[in-house]
């Protein structure tokens, strides 16, 4: 069964700071891991999606990596600004059910100004 | 252009009640994913389809929770005899292709639950 997990479960940094948010996931068998973002009272934001065969991806800001045989995935966000506060989420497929992401618990972040 | 959309908002009910969810996905999309949050916890996969077919239903907890979607569009969770342990946030997802075809999940805003 897989298991995803996210250290730290809570971060909280002063504007500018450049940081990173850890996942990391049981089984390496996975077609994609995506990262979402979750604002309170609304839906999750899809940010990056990283195919078993790529090892990053990127946008604006964001930086994704992803290291299947270990497991281990990494969403660096450069410069944060309070906007960036929210919950992360990061999720994996793959095994023979092609529609279930397996979530991992998220991360709060808090950008202080 | 319009995104996944959950209704009700909010549903309150009284226990050993049934209630429908209701998921409309963007337009288009052939796949949409049922999941269930709790608070402080990332979503917990319920069912999948393509199209009008039922995938994957691995995730339902037990055969008081049913979905359908009939037309291969707009989609329903319904939940039998409701107990105060369904009390979570319903979330609604769809994506373009399915998920092993790496196409984004898209969410809608949930419906929140609450059984009394």
């Known amino acids: 069964k897989q298991e995803v997990t996210q250290i730290p479960a809570a971060l909280s940094v002063p504007e500018g700071e450049n940081l990173v948010l850890n996942c990391s996931f049981t089984d390496s068998a996975i077609y994609n891991l995506q990262w979402f973002r979750q604002d309170p009272g609304k839906g999750l934001t899809s940010l990056l999606l990283i195919q078993s065969s790529q090892r990053e991806q990127t946008s604006g800001r964001l930086n994704a990596s992803l290291d299947k045989s270990s497991g281990r995935s990494t969403l660096y966000i450069a410069a944060s600004q309070p906007g960036d506060s929210a919950t992360y989420l990061c999720a994996v497929i793959g095994g023979t059910s092609y529609g279930k992401l397996t979530f991992g618990q998220g991360t709060i972040l808090t950008v202080h100004p | 252009g319009a995104g996944v959309s959950q209704s009700p908002r909010y549903k309150v009910t009284k226990r050993g009640q049934d209630v429908a969810l209701r998921c409309d996905p963007i337009s288009g999309h052939v796949s949409l994913y049922w999941y269930r949050q709790a608070l402080g916890q990332g979503p917990e996969f319920l069912t999948y389809?393509?199209?009008?077919?039922?995938?994957?239903k691995s995730g339902l907890p037990n055969d008081r929770f049913s979905a359908e979607r009939p037309e291969g569009s707009i989609s329903t969770l319904t939940i039998q005899r409701t107990e105060q342990r369904d009390s979570a946030m319903y979330r609604c997802?769809?994506?373009?292709?399915?998920?092993?075809?790496?196409?984004?999940?898209?969410f809608g805003n949930g419906t929140r639950l609450t059984v009394t």
């Open positions: 997802a769809s994506s373009l292709m399915g998920g092993m075809f790496n196409s984004p999940l898209h």
């Open positions: 389809f393509n199209y009008e077919a039922q995938q994957d």
